[in-house]
């Protein structure tokens, strides 16, 4: 492994950036004491900031020693409403709220990044470097951009990168074209009619809807979708009722489907329609369908994944890999790379216990690694 020698020199600093972040994590668009630190360390190394871009964005540009093109790099600052299960000792202070999605050590990778090349100034053009509120279904990459992210710092190209505790240490990963799959949210609720659960007979039982219309639900995908394409549905929440002896008047559903393909999304949520409108008729009850498009399919240009895997294996080699795979998992860089041209990859951090579960624990170790490929990119990209 390749890292230049500055980045090794101050990787403790990175590490205890990284773990106060993870000590103070905030939820999406409640980021203030994060963008608060990394707006003044961006400062305090001369580059040029501006704050509250997207509630809580921060946006740092540094300039080069020569003319060139415009780099940018995002990284995202949000945590997870998990309750930490670590017993580590800089664990999360705040209950119910974890960085379980290793968002703190993008953070951290990416001021990394903003420190060396504001040291080495050796580049062409522009970096601008992004740090996204609200990652975790919230829009925050749309609410950047609708606060004038790319009119005010236009960029040529874009970069982002996600932790992989599911690959080695070190391991990096990048998938051309369509990478990671769109995803809508849904809430349905269904009104039914409230009785005694002794008296089953006088009401209209929302439960018995909400538990069979789970079943039909189940059934899109399998038997509508074509097999050739990838889809996926699942419902996530049930709740109805606060009491053993009544038939609650009101039961809802919700989940996520996620899709590759917009006519494919489009036909499941047409199905999922004409089912609500089924159960609604049979019952005799309201049943009311809410979708929301949350993530755009995650798009590489390829043309600039060759390139990030070219840079990636300057420092890793064999490590960095082209992958075959699609993933269902969903990111809202999808958002910034429909406006501007660019890659997204994976960084390989081992431990094995997934991202989003409480027992989750980044290994540091990948800081310097990930700074150093956001450090490549504009070295590399800049006098293109």
């Known amino acids: 492994m390749t890292i230049p020698h500055r980045l090794t020199e101050f990787a403790d600093d990175l590490t ?13 668009f409640q980021e203030v004491r994060t963008s608060g630190i990394v707006a003044g360390l961006l400062e305090s190394w001369g580059l040029e900031v501006t704050r509250g871009l997207g509630k809580t964005g921060v946006v740092g540009v540094l300039k080069g020693t020569r003319p060139g093109r415009t780099i940018g790099l995002r990284a995202d600052m949000d945590a997870l409403p998990i309750d930490e299960r670590t017993n580590l000792p800089y664990a999360s202070k705040t209950p119910g709220v974890m960085h379980a999605c290793g968002h703190d050590a993008h953070t951290a990778m990416l001021l990394g990044a903003a420190r060396y090349l504001s040291e080495t100034r050796d580049f062409a053009g522009t970096a601008v470097f ?3 509120p609200a990652e975790e279904g919230l829009g925050g990459a749309r609410a950047m951009i609708a606060d004038g992210l790319f009119d005010r710092f236009p960029c040529d190209e874009i970069y982002g990168m996600h932790n992989a505790p599911h690959h080695p240490m070190g391991e990096i990963g990048i998938k051309p074209g369509p990478a990671m799959a769109g995803a809508n949210f849904f809430d349905i609720t269904i009104t039914g009619k409230g ?37 996926v549905l699942s419902v996530t929440q049930i709740h109805a009722g606060a009491a ?19 006519a494919t999304a489009e036909a499941i949520i047409a199905r999922m329609q004409a089912l609500c409108d089924g159960a609604a008729k049979a019952y005799g009850v309201e049943v009311v369908l809410d979708m929301r498009n949350v993530f755009d399919v995650l798009e590489n240009d390829a043309t600039l994944s060759q390139a990030m895997l070219d840079a990636a294996r300057a420092l890793v080699g064999e490590a960095a890999q082209e ?15 429909r406006a501007v041209p660019g890659a997204y990859c994976t960084v390989g951090t081992g431990g094995g216990i997934p991202l989003h579960n409480p027992g989750f624990v980044f290994d540091d170790a990948a800081l310097p690694l990930g700074a150093a490929l956001y450090v490549r990119m504009v070295e590399t990209r800049g006098g293109v």
């Open 195 to 231: 009785a005694h659960a002794a008296s089953p007979d006088m009401g209209i039982d929302s439960i018995v809807i909400a538990a069979s219309l789970v079943q039909q639900l189940q059934s899109i995908v399998s038997r509508n979708v074509k097999a050739s394409d990838q889809a």
């Open 16 to 28: 205890a950036i990284r773990r106060d972040l993870h000590a103070h994590p905030e939820l999406g």
């Open 130 to 132: 992004i740090f996204q």
């Open 323 to 337: 992958r075959a795979e699609r993933v269902m998992g969903s990111e809202d860089f999808a958002d910034m790379l």
């Open 244 to 262: 053993y002896n009544v038939l609650p008047e009101v039961a809802t559903l919700a989940g996520t489907v996620r899709y590759f393909d917009r």
